[in-house]
């Protein structure tokens, strides 16, 4: 029996679709192994989304070939796509496939064995218009499942390199994601996470079916208990989904909407296609749809040109729109991209000051966040047991990390909890004893 080993950097996506490779090679007869022993085959699926990402691709890459030099060294993933030629160069890579036909990767191995040559299967990612379909039947970790539902991105914001290592928006048959949907329910899973790359694009490349379409035939698979969206563009929130979102039972009261900066100047550089203004227009409909809400965002700072004003104009939005909380990154070049190619790159001290002040900006808000829901109570997925006692660490549907006394059974069960005190990054509670509508009445 082949033995396989595997080591994904980067995102969720990354991740997924890291599962979806096992899949094929075990059904195919392979055994997993750890990425630090020994293994006859080695794939690395790497990211590029900035020049650190191919810099720890490649240590990866290195650090496999240095295990064990008889093994196949497969490396796939979105530096792949970008630069498979730097790749190939690394002596002892043999195999190279991009972001696209994973599927191939078994024959190619065994083409590898038979004629001891490197192969490079990366294709022009550009002409793909078709979702690769990867069955992902269950997951490691075993509360939430991640469900992939569309691959590529049409915006090409001036930062980002994506474009041109995932492809264009392309979605998902709707008939695939809610059979795969039907089958991580009957998995077990109670969660299901909608991911991509550019999630809330769902359904623009096809004829009268949208992301919201889909939110309202998820709603109906049974046994299934929270949608969680991963990432949504502000212009995607349309009226439509909105009103999904505040009709469904299962969608949760937590969006992840990118901002990357609260100065109109900056976005247009960036290339973003909205305006503060309409950033907010959309979140304060949200807040009205979904009291309670946790809106969340990622944001850039020191990207080229962001003056002082700039930088308190993004500070002073993010304070007032009152987000549960800040993905920070300081911009960092990335080669091939317009924006690496601006006059006025920011300098690193600059750029460090800046996060720092919107990291202390970030804990402030999710204290505030959380603070209005000290003493309710809310429903928590328990993910894992904490290091210290019978304490148990899971999310609530609004995504705050709630700490909790109780037995490893229920992990991946939902429970009601009540917070007895609220806090960043955990709030601390306790079960709270659910009594059945029969019983009530039993007791009346």
């Not at 240590?59 to 796939?76: F, G, L």
């Not at 994601?177 to 991580?184: C, E, K, M, T």
Request: charged residues 30%.
């Amino acid at each position: 029996m082949s033995s396989v080993a595997f080591h994904t950097l980067g995102c969720k996506v990354n991740h997924y679709e890291t599962e979806a490779i096992w899949q094929l090679f075990k059904k195919d007869g392979y055994e997993k192994v750890e990425f630090d022993q020994a293994s006859d085959v080695y794939v690395i699926n790497t990211c590029t989304v900035t020049n650190t990402g191919d810099k720890k691709s490649r240590q990866v890459i290195r650090r496999a070939i240095r295990k064990n030099p008889d093994a196949v060294i497969c490396v796939t993933g979105c530096y792949a796509q970008t630069s498979p030629a730097e790749i190939m160069a690394i002596p002892g890579v043999d195999i190279v496939v991009g972001t696209q036909d994973r599927h191939k990767m078994l024959g190619y191995i065994e083409q590898y064995r038979k004629e001891r040559e490197p192969i490079n299967g990366v294709g022009n990612i550009m002409k793909t218009r078709v979702y690769e379909e990867l069955d992902v039947p269950a997951f490691t970790d075993r509360t939430r499942a991640s469900l992939k539902i569309q691959e590529g991105c049409n915006n090409f914001c001036t930062f980002c390199i994506i474009p041109w290592a995932r492809g264009l928006m392309r979605s998902r048959k709707s008939e695939d994601v809610l059979q795969q949907a039907n089958q991580l329910v009957e998995a077990g899973y109670k969660e299901i996470v909608l991911t991509g790359i550019h999630t809330g694009g769902y359904g623009e490349d096809m004829k009268d079916y949208s992301l919201a379409d889909l939110l309202l035939e998820l709603e109906k698979v049974d046994g299934l208990k929270r949608i969680r969206i991963s990432s949504i563009e502000a212009s995607q929130i349309t009226d439509r989904v909105i009103e999904v979102i505040d009709r469904s039972e299962k969608i949760v009261r937590h969006l992840h909407v990118p901002l990357q900066s609260g100065s109109n100047t900056v976005l247009k550089r960036m290339r973003r296609k909205y305006t503060t203004q309409f950033f907010a227009e959309r979140v304060e409909r949200l807040h009205k749809a979904l009291p309670g809400l946790a809106v969340t965002t990622d944001v850039i700072v020191g990207f080229p040109g962001e003056t002082d004003e700039e930088f308190q104009e993004t500070f002073d939005f993010i304070r007032d729109l009152k987000f549960s909380e800040l993905h920070v990154f300081p911009y960092s070049k990335r080669t091939g991209t317009p924006a690496a190619r601006m006059d006025d790159q920011v300098e690193d001290k600059i750029k460090n000051d800046r996060v720092h002040r919107l990291i202390e900006l970030s804990n402030q808000l999710a204290k505030e966040y959380a603070s209005q829901f000290e003493d309710e109570v809310l429903e928590i997925i328990p993910e894992e047991k904490a290091s210290e006692g019978n304490i148990l660490i899971g999310y609530s549907d609004n995504y705050m990390k709630v700490k909790v006394e109780g037995d490893e059974s229920l992990i991946g069960e939902i429970v009601k909890v009540k917070i007895t005190k609220a806090g960043y990054p955990y709030n601390e509670g306790r079960f709270v004893r659910v009594v059945s509508d029969e019983a009530k009445k039993a007791i009346v």
